[in-house]
């Protein structure tokens, strides 16, 4: 059964290594070394919320400011959640299960299924803890790469904005209803030019949901977003 | 930045996913209909903080000044046409990355 989760989470292992490196050596940049890696992907260990960690912990925002960002950036997470009540609630390792439920391990847990004769419970156990061993692995890596690579890493803090314009692009492919997304980046935009790129974010939350909220019955959510 | 401050950073950030992860199953039970409100945030949320944070990873580009956020420009429509193409974000991402430290490096 550890055999079936390892193969499980390859497909993620290749993507969590190479991102985990980016993050470590973007943090090394930001000055703040391995220990900070591990600590950070041990224990947020939620990928996009890692990378715009960075720049909160370099420019040195507010612990306000840093919990209602989390707040944006992982509430997606409360769908996964919701998704996997059912599911969870008198599983095994619940707590565990629950803690390593990030975007990629919930993509190949969400299926429920689970190899013939396996306890499923155990198994799901052991995809989420192969995954996060890939996240603490790659970013370690990358935070002690960082720091031996012979070419310079200058422009490597692109890799957070391809991130989320490829996840950005991906999502507008899938969907049909472009109005959130669009939302979204309008919303920021104009908060951006309004009030700088220092203090944009919050009030850009506040519109977006404030948006989103106002245009609910207007927009017909289908059904299956939540299941 | 003094380094307590960062630990206390790094712990919210910590403490806030875990809480956002673990609060569904404390408010909601398998039995029971979730909220239309939530679930229509749900549906909603998501693609709009994606777009909010593509904004915020280039909220530092300066667009009035040489080289006019044209690094960025090509890096950016790179990381685009290619998931449409080969829908690999993996892909995308490293080459666009790999483009915009080129670019960067070597071109601007």
């Given at each position: 059964?550890?055999?079936?989760?390892?193969?499980?989470?390859?497909?993620?292992?290749?993507?969590?290594?190479?991102?985990?490196?980016?993050?470590?050596?973007?943090?090394?940049?930001?000055?703040?070394?391995?220990?900070?890696?591990?600590?950070?992907?041990?224990?947020?260990?939620?990928?996009?919320?890692?990378?715009?960690?960075?720049?909160?912990?370099?420019?040195?925002?507010?612990?306000?400011?840093?919990?209602?960002?989390?707040?944006?950036?992982?509430?997606r997470h409360l769908f996964y959640s919701i998704s996997m009540i059912e599911r969870y609630q008198n599983a095994?390792?619940?707590?565990?299960?629950?803690?390593?439920?990030?975007?990629?391990?919930?993509?190949?847990?969400?299926?429920?299924?689970?190899?013939?004769?396996?306890?499923?419970?155990?198994?799901?156990?052991?995809?989420?803890?192969?995954?996060?061993?890939?996240?603490?692995?790659?970013?370690?890596?990358?935070?002690?790469?960082?720091?031996?690579?012979?070419?310079?890493?200058?422009?490597?803090?692109?890799?957070?904005?391809?991130?989320?314009?490829?996840?950005?692009?991906?999502?507008?492919?899938?969907?049909?209803?472009?109005?959130?997304?669009?939302?979204?980046?309008?919303?920021?935009?104009?908060?951006?030019?309004?009030?700088?790129?220092?203090?944009?974010?919050?009030?850009?939350?506040?519109?977006?949901?404030?948006?989103?909220?106002?245009?609910?019955?207007?927009?017909?959510p289908r059904k299956e977003a939540v299941q | 930045m003094s380094l307590g401050h960062s630990a206390a950073l790094?712990?919210?950030?910590?403490?806030?996913?875990?809480?956002?992860?673990?609060?569904?199953?404390?408010?909601?039970?398998?039995?029971?209909?979730?909220?239309?409100?939530?679930?229509?945030?749900?549906?909603?949320?998501?693609?709009?903080?994606?777009?909010?944070?593509?904004?915020?990873?280039?909220?530092?580009?300066?667009?009035?000044?040489?080289?006019?956020?044209?690094?960025?420009?090509?890096?950016?429509?790179?990381?685009?046409?290619?998931?449409?193409?080969?829908?690999?974000?993996?892909?995308?991402?490293?080459?666009?990355?790999?483009?915009?430290?080129?670019?960067?490096?070597?071109?601007?």
């Amino acid at each position: 059964m550890v055999k079936a989760a390892f193969f499980r989470s390859v497909p993620v292992m290749a993507g969590y290594i190479v991102l985990g490196i980016g993050f470590g050596i973007l943090l090394r940049d930001a000055g703040y070394g391995v220990a900070w890696a591990f600590a950070m992907s041990l224990l947020i260990y939620a990928g996009s919320m890692q990378f715009v960690g960075v720049s909160l912990l370099a420019g040195g925002a507010s612990l306000l400011t840093a919990a209602l960002t989390t707040v944006m950036v992982n509430a997606r997470h409360l769908f996964y959640s919701i998704s996997m009540i059912e599911r969870y609630q008198n599983a095994k390792y619940k707590p565990y299960l629950i803690f390593a439920l990030t975007d990629e391990t919930y993509s190949i847990l969400s299926d429920g299924k689970a190899p013939e004769g396996a306890d499923p419970d155990r198994y799901r156990m052991l995809v989420s803890l192969f995954d996060h061993c890939w996240w603490v692995t790659g970013s370690v890596l990358g935070s002690v790469l960082g720091s031996v690579i012979p070419f310079s890493t200058r422009g490597i803090e692109f890799s957070m904005t391809a991130l989320f314009l490829a996840s950005f692009t991906e999502q507008w492919l899938t969907t049909r209803n472009h109005i959130p997304a669009l939302t979204g980046l309008l919303s920021t935009l104009v908060c951006l030019l309004l009030f700088g790129p220092d203090r944009f974010l919050i009030p850009a939350m506040l519109l977006i949901t404030l948006i989103l909220t106002l245009l609910r019955g207007r927009m017909h959510p289908r059904k299956e977003a939540v299941q | 930045m003094s380094l307590g401050h960062s630990a206390a950073l790094v712990a919210v950030m910590a403490a806030v996913t875990i809480l956002l992860r673990f609060l569904p199953f404390l408010i909601f039970r398998a039995d029971r209909p979730i909220p239309a409100y939530v679930v229509y945030l749900g549906h909603v949320l998501p693609p709009a903080i994606i777009g909010m944070l593509v904004i915020y990873c280039l909220k530092d580009t300066a667009v009035t000044a040489a080289p006019y956020g044209l690094p960025e420009l090509v890096a950016a429509l790179s990381v685009v046409a290619l998931q449409v193409w080969k829908r690999n974000s993996l892909l995308s991402i490293l080459s666009g990355t790999v483009i915009y430290m080129l670019l960067v490096q070597l071109v601007f």
